[in-house]
Every structure is written in C-alpha cells, then in structure tokens.
C-alpha cells in the first residue's frame, strides 16, 4: 500500500500539527473520546454578536433598574422605577378619579344608591370583582351557587332577601363566631336519637310531597304528616313555608340546597344541617360592603 492510499484510508489525518477530520474536512479540537473526535466549528459571528449584545443589556438593565438583592433590600437603579411602584401609581390615580363617586357611594343608604342610575352602576362596578374574589368559590361566578351554597338569582331565601336582610348576611356571616352572626341549626333527629329511622324515612316522604315531588311510598304519608307536626312544625311552619327569623327553607318551593333526592333528604333529617357563611365586617371595607349588598339583591331575586 502506497503512502498515498494509507492517508486516504485514515479517518483522521494531520496537516501541519492540525488535526484534520477525513469526512468533514474540518479540524478537530485534538479532544478525543474513545476514538470520537471533536470537530472545531465555531459559532457565527451573528450569534456571538447577539450573545455579547445580551451582555451589555444585562449590564445596563443592572445599571437603570432594580436588580440586585441586598441584604434588606436591592439596589434601585438610576431610574428609580419598579413595577410594585408603578401599579401604585395607577392604583392612586384610580383612587382619584372614583373619589367623587366613592365619597357618594359612602353617604348614600343601599336602597338610595338602588334608585340612582349612575349610583347603581358603579356600585355593581365596583362589587363585581369582590364577588369574584370572596364570594364566587362558593356560590359561583354568576351567583348560581351549588349544593349547599344557596344560588343568589332566585327567589328563595333562608335569611330574607331584603337590602337590609342581605346586609346583615354578608356583615356578620351564619354561624361564623360573630357575636351578630345569624344562628339557626337543624337537629339531628337519627344521631342524637330522637326520632327512629322508619319515622324519618316517612317525615321525608312527606317533605318530598309537599313541593310535589313523587313519593316512593305513599302509605308514608300519614305517618309524615304526623311526625312533621311534632318535628319539623316548629321551624318550618305548620305548611312547610319556612321561617326566615330562623333560617329554616320552605319546603314547598322545590328549590333544595342540598338536592331533593330521598336519601339526600333523610340523611339531612338524621344528621341535621348547620353550614357556615364567613363574617366579612372586618375583612372588606363597609363601602365594598354596601356594594356587595346592592350586587346581590340586584342578581334577580332580591326582595
């Protein structure tokens, strides 16, 4: 084999003490691993020149703005700017510009912001992202609400649906610790033994019939009836049309909070019901509030 041909059969060849990839053509980095050989390609110019061009940004970025942590604060930048400060800064011209509205706002009773157009409006304006905030995880982004949280749109309420009634709900809360929170539980009439299992089984039949509703078994009735005088009469009224002084539903509505199903019923008469609503005097401003309070009774169902 001439000189010639073993050159050309060497993947890896050597001009002039560099070393030269025979497939490539380009020289390598003399790094070998395990017979792999690394190729010297540098990067092109246009991305060094980007790459330094970051460099000096980041230079000047440290130099005008906010940057570099301290121990108990960052170096502020010539600038003297910060996002914190500036959403402030909007947040205070907001605060101006609703001034003349929010000193009304703050004069004016529920039902008189009710009866001004321009009131109402920027009452709703302003409740609407407080609902979403607070008040939306239980009763829904509309006021819907689900199983155990009452929907706001219609016309049944446990408290009463006046502005004055809606006020005092959402001020002092159900049964949240409020020395003027509303208190009002139902018993449980299985667990705490006071009535058996066939008489809850009948009571709920019963309840069930009254809003109309199909009885599995009707030969409960009579029994129902009887054990709902004794039982349920008191909170519920002797109809069943509730007593909002006490927080009791009507039952004759078919409208349930906590669904209309047989089993759903008796488990609520074994167990008893007694769900809680937060107090929000303390948490929201009364200004937000009084907005709250007109939001909610202008959902649909506000009496």
């Known amino acids: 084999m001439t000189k010639r041909e073993e050159h050309s059969h060497n993947p890896d060849s050597e001009t002039h003490g560099v070393m030269v990839d025979a497939v490539t053509g380009a020289t390598t980095t003399g790094h070998d691993w395990d017979g792999i050989q690394e190729l ?30 301290l121990i108990n604060t960052f170096t502020p930048g010539t600038l003297n700017w910060s996002s914190r400060g500036a959403v402030s800064e909007e947040l205070q011209n907001l605060r101006e510009q609703r001034s003349d509205m929010m000193s009304r706002l703050n004069t004016a009773s529920t039902a008189e912001i009710e ?25 829904g982004a509309g006021g819907g609400g689900a199983k155990g949280y009452p929907n706001l749109n219609d016309d049944s309420w446990l408290w009463g ?31 705490d033994g006071m009535l058996p299992r066939a008489d809850i089984v009948a009571v709920a039949d019963y309840v069930l019939s009254m809003s109309g509703l199909p009885v599995s078994t009707p030969a409960n009735l009579v029994k129902g009836a009887k054990v709902f005088a004794d039982n349920c009469a008191a909170c519920h ?42 107090a929000w005097e303390g948490r929201l401003d009364d200004t937000t509030i009084k907005a709250l309070t007109v939001f909610v009774h202008t959902l649909g169902g506000g009496q």
């Not at 009866?115 to 008040?135: K, T």
């Not at 001020?171 to 009439?189: K, L, W």
């Open 40 to 69: 010297n390609n540098p990067l092109p110019r246009w991305w060094l020149w980007s790459f330094y061009a970051t460099i000096v940004w980041a230079i000047g970025f440290w130099i005008f703005y906010p940057s570099w942590p």
């Open 115 to 139: 009866a001004d157009p321009d009131l109402l409006s920027f009452a709703r304006g302003l409740a609407r992202p407080a609902f979403g905030d607070n008040c939306s995880p239980c009763h």
């Open 161 to 191: 649906g006046t502005l004055a009634d809606i006020e005092q709900t959402i001020r002092f809360g159900i049964r949240s610790g409020h020395d003027e929170a509303r208190i009002g539980d139902m018993p449980a009439f299985g667990r």
């Open 237 to 278: 009224g002797t109809e069943g049309k509730g007593n909002q002084e006490l927080g009791a539903p009507n039952l004759t509505t078919g409208i349930w909070l906590f669904g209309p199903e047989r089993e759903t019923i008796i488990d609520g008469v074994w167990h008893g019901r007694g769900s809680v609503m937060p």
